[in-house]
């Protein structure tokens, strides 16, 4: 399994260690995976990035309580650990201590979904209590960054090692390891961690740019398992499937939908604005906008429906969904990305004051994203080759119009540490047969369930009627747990 190197490089020659797990890619999921196996003795593991330092990258995360029951599974100390780090669980918490008095409750605040007319549909309650109550678990809103430095903190310093990008996997048998051939830039800072700035600092520069060639060197790391949580365009993915029956999915594909978006509009006329917030906030703090029909139990079809999100800040800003064509996105520049988004909004029906709303977007503010999926079920046993598994992303990645990417990876993190956990435990390290085994039961477990998640996020069936929505919430959402996470060792 090769992927050709470009850089010419000096060979690391002090690769004697074994680690038990190495886990490549420093996103939640992949930290997830290195905090869920610390906190079950396995301490001999390391996380490697291909980020030259960690920075304020990435946007809101939702996460709903199927992530965050995983979560707390994974480690309970992870688990509080990020809620108190959320945008929301600070409105929410009360007291344990009777001496301290508890906060009076706050008005409910939801997530609207509206149709032309500014008429309600459905809603969803953004209030922790709200999902507590009625799924045994609340749901939070974290910044990517916030989530990341959170898990990051609670791993020991040498355990994550930015500047390592993953360019080659061997699977050496007759050895009982794997090895990992990753690159590294010379000229990178001694000491990442010191890019480890608070939510106040300003740091703009991409988390994974390589704007100029550097000088660089091959270092080589063995495991006896290698996860692979890096991501939709996962490298150890396109390694795995190379030569192999599953070659044409080695890279995702496009949706068919792609955002683009601005997130702030500073100049709002006064009657636009209210005229925004009276007719489709309402006192929501995000709102999204489509060709809903006002009855909710009327089966439709919204799945290739164009869907705007409103988002109230003080500058209000958008996020548009469209259904576009993946070459009409490429070397635009943010003109042709506004002009692009009104004939869209015009071709779909939508109000005047929405595309007024657009059309006040200041060009050199508007972005765009092409969203990818690789899909849960290509072939049986994709997820893994010998002693090397997919996770997150890099098996079942997808778009974000449901919100579980993150929550549906740590669920990944949830089973797959108990798998290594039982591996561990009878000393299996070197028995390729039951690790094959486990993480075949991994995939067996996981991709039906992903399969129910993807058909989900591309078709939008929850939201074709209130039972829809009901029985997806049931079905995502209130599981036991710990039933769960027993499942694939049973």
Known sequence: MNIAQSESTAQDTAINKIYDVVIVGAGPVG???AVGLRKRGINNILV?????????????????????????????????????????????????????????????????IKNFEGQKVQSISLDFGVWLQKYGEGRVSISWYTLQTTLRQLLLEEQVKPNHRCINVVDEPDYGYVQLDCVCNTSSESNPYEHWVGPNNHETQPQNSNSD???????????????????????????????????????PEYSGFAAIYCTEIPDIPDELRSHLEEKFFAGSPIVTVSNYEHTRDTERDVSESLRMLLIARPSMGYVGHLPIPLDSLQGKSGSDLLDLTLQEL???????????????????K?????????????????????????????????????????????????????????????????????????????????????????????????????????????????????????????
Do not use: C
Not at 52 to 62: C, L, P, T
Not at 76 to 102: H, I, M, W
Not at 219 to 225: G, N, Q
């Open 31 to 33: 930290l997830a995976t």
């Open 48 to 112: 490697l990035d291909q980020t030259s330092a960690f920075r304020q990258v990435g946007q809101i995360v939702d996460l709903l309580p199927n992530g965050l029951k995983a979560l707390r599974y994974v480690d309970p100390e992870a688990y509080e650990a990020v809620r108190e780090a959320s945008l929301t669980f600070g409105d929410f918490q009360q007291s344990n201590n009777e001496k301290t008095p508890k906060k009076p409750p706050l008005a409910s605040l939801e997530w609207a």
């Open 213 to 251: 060639p550097q000088p660089s060197v091959t270092k080589s790391f063995r495991a006896k398992l290698i996860v692979a949580a890096d991501g939709i365009n996962s490298t150890l993915r396109r390694i795995l499937y190379a030569g192999s029956s599953n070659q044409a999915f080695a890279v």
């Open 346 to 364: 015009d071709k779909a029906g939508f109000p005047d004051e929405l595309k007024e709303l657009v059309q006040l977007s200041p060009p050199e």
């Open 366 to 490: 508007i972005q765009q994203r092409p969203y990818y999926i690789h899909r849960a079920r290509i072939s049986e046993n994709a997820w893994s080759a010998g002693r090397i598994v997919l996770v997150g992303d890099a098996a079942h990645g997808m778009p974000p119009f449901m919100a579980q990417g993150a929550n549906q990876g740590f669920e990944d993190a949830m089973v797959l540490t108990t798998l290594i956990a039982d591996i561990a435990k009878e000393n299996n390290w070197d028995n390729k047969q039951a690790i094959v085994s486990a993480f075949e039961r991994y995939e067996r477990f996981r991709r039906p369930f992903m399969e129910y998640i993807q058909q989900a996020t591309l078709t939008l069936f929850p939201h074709s009627s209130n039972q829809a929505w009901e029985e997806y919430s049931q079905k995502v959402y209130s599981r036991n747990f710990d039933e769960v996470a027993a499942t694939p060792n049973s």
